[in-house]
């Protein structure tokens, strides 16, 4: 079974353009999570999506914003990328109902900001 | 709000110590606890889980128990082996059906052949 893919692996921007980073969840999996891990700090919640709709948003500005499809795959955009954006995007996914609460991550895409 | 706290890092071990990485929690509600490791490169994975006050999770030698009374989820391995080294984050989950888990900042440890 495949886990949870994320592309691309690396991802190079500067200041002001845009970043889409994607994901595919475990075949099963309905809910998609997205984390920011930036150096030396921990995961920050970024969004949650379940059945194509946002669910639950953490503290990040608008720019950050992201969708689900219909095959469950989902992508994360950041818009006018700022240097502090740096970091490891990690996404993770979740089976629907009780399993839910088990995540399982990808190995992330990391975003560097010149 | 909920919230998780675990001990700082970096833990820096020799071979075959005992381990213990503290993780203290607040949360409203009835949250299960969870351990995930990060091994260089790589996204988390889980490692061990509890979901009900004084239940032991257990995993490749690591455990960790729920405790209500004292809000915590301490992480312990008898023995540990230079491949244990990694981020290790505490986190918990509250409610049913799909909600956001909340991650402690992580602690890293070294084990030293």
């Known amino acids: 079974e495949a886990g949870v893919t994320q592309s691309p692996t690396h991802l190079i921007k500067t200041r002001g353009q845009q970043a889409t980073l994607r994901c595919s969840p475990i075949?099963?999996?309905?809910?998609v999570y997205w984390y920011q891990q930036a150096l030396g700090l921990g995961l920050q919640f970024l969004l949650w999506?379940?059945?194509?709709?946002?669910?639950n948003r953490g503290n990040f500005p608008p720019r950050f914003s992201g969708r689900q499809f219909p095959n469950y795959s989902s992508e994360l955009n950041v818009n006018a990328l700022e240097l502090e954006d740096s970091a490891l995007y990690l996404c993770?996914?979740?089976?629907?109902?009780?399993?839910?609460?088990?995540?399982?991550f990808g190995a992330g895409s990391r975003l560097t900001v010149l | 709000g909920n919230s998780v706290t675990q001990m700082e890092g970096p833990v820096t071990l020799s071979e075959e110590a005992f381990l213990t990485i503290n993780c203290t929690y607040t949360?409203?509600?009835?949250?299960?606890l969870f351990w995930y490791v990060q091994y260089p490169g790589e996204g988390l994975q889980l490692l061990l889980k509890?979901?009900?006050?004084?239940d032991k999770g257990s995993n490749k030698g690591f455990e960790a128990t729920y405790r209500k009374e004292t809000t915590s989820f301490h992480l312990e391995k008898g023995s540990v082996q230079v491949s244990d080294s990694a981020v290790y984050f505490c986190?918990?989950?509250?409610?049913?059906?799909?909600?956001?888990?909340?991650f402690g900042a992580g602690t890293r440890l070294f084990v030293k052949a």
């Open positions: 986190a918990l989950s509250v409610g049913t059906g799909g909600f956001k888990t909340i």
């Open positions: 075949s099963g999996h309905t809910s």
């Open positions: 509890a979901t009900k006050a004084d």
């Open positions: 949360a409203t509600g009835y949250p299960s």
């Open positions: 999506y379940d059945e194509g709709e946002e669910r």
């Open positions: 993770a996914s979740s089976l629907p109902g009780t399993g839910a609460n088990v995540l399982t």
